[in-house]
């Protein structure tokens, strides 16, 4: 399978910091790229090989446990950082643009259908994603078989930390219904209920849409670049950044995640700690995470 990545990247030292691509730090946008971008080759692109003990040799995996990855990186003027990433520069290409850096997104979009004829799956990933899951593609077309290219799967995105109440955290929950209203109406979705591998898998109409990413078959691709607010640059979901990656999928699709219960089916990792360092400041603790007393990174355990 042809896998294309868009993938946007801004920096600017001299932001506010309200997000991670705005602010002095520069390490941890070098270190997320740069983890995102191997993580795509590692877990989905051709270099992969077995050793083979009896032998004494490396072997190639087939072809058919493999795809054939193409990334490329979005970015504005000279507000990034890619000569200072620790991947090769092989592992993507650059596209240059001079758009304004909070609708270069949608430079992204128009990338991706250009590409149109040459790719099985097109795929926009924000610059802190990190795909871990060989099976997602696999996962997505068993979707699509159970649902039809009207809907579309999206992931639940997590942070993981070691110390603290909470080891791994899934950031993007429910949104006020209010915020979805003017889109969809998740009333006329109805549920899908499967099995995979004996275990029973819930895929709900998603409240809330937004993963930093999206992953659309040839077909998905095409209907969407043919819809009128195809590239409208519309910003008025939550934000310009959260429009640029979801809007234009939540006006096309209906869309879907895994339910809480199954969250982990169909999953990426958000790099760093940025919502975990919000737990117990501006998003309160569960009520039972001070039960759990034989974890000794909870505050008082030593």
């Known amino acids: 399978m042809r896998i294309l990545f868009a993938i946007p990247h801004y920096f600017d030292p001299t932001g506010d910091a309200k997000h991670g691509s ?15 971008l191997a993580s795509l080759h590692q877990t989905f692109g051709r270099r992969q090989w077995s050793i083979h003990i ?3 040799v490396a072997e190639t995996v087939p072809a058919s446990g493999t795809h054939h990855v193409e990334i490329v990186v979005c970015t504005t ?52 994603l990190i795909l871990r899951d060989p099976l997602f593609f696999t996962k997505l077309n068993w979707f699509v078989g159970q649902a039809g290219t009207k809907c579309i799967l999206q992931p639940n995105r997590y942070e993981l930390s070691v110390p603290g109440p909470c080891h791994k955290l899934y950031v993007d929950g429910d949104l006020a219904p209010h915020v979805l ?16 591998m004996g275990t029973p898998i819930r895929l ?24 009128p607010h195809f590239l409208d640059r519309d910003t008025s979901f939550i934000g310009p950044l959260e429009s640029a990656v979801t809007l234009g999928i939540l006006k096309t ?7 809480p219960a199954n969250a982990s089916f169909l ?32 505050p008082g355990n030593s």
């Open 204 to 227: 709900v109409p998603a409240r809330n849409p937004h993963a930093g990413c999206f992953f659309l078959n040839a077909e998905q691709m095409t209907y969407w670049s043919r819809q």
């Open 253 to 259: 699709f209906r869309i879907y995640k895994p339910a």
């Open 181 to 196: 209203q003017p889109y969809c109406d998740l009333r006329t979705c109805q549920e899908f209920n499967g099995r995979v």
């Open 54 to 56: 009896a032998k004494r």
């Open 77 to 128: 003027g000279e507000r990034h950082l890619l000569n200072e990433l620790t991947v090769p520069k092989h592992f993507y290409t650059h596209f240059p643009t001079q758009a304004e850096p909070l609708l270069l997104g949608f430079e992204c979009h128009a990338l991706l259908r250009d590409r149109l004829g040459l790719f099985d799956y097109f795929c926009y990933l924000e610059d802190d």
């Open 267 to 298: 999953e990426v990792q958000h790099w760093g700690h940025r919502f975990l360092n919000l737990l117990g400041k501006s998003i309160a603790l569960p009520e039972d995470a001070m039960r759990i007393g034989d974890d000794p990174g909870l």
């Open 22 to 36: 705005l602010g002095p730090n520069r390490q941890p946008r070098i270190q997320a790229l740069s983890a995102c």
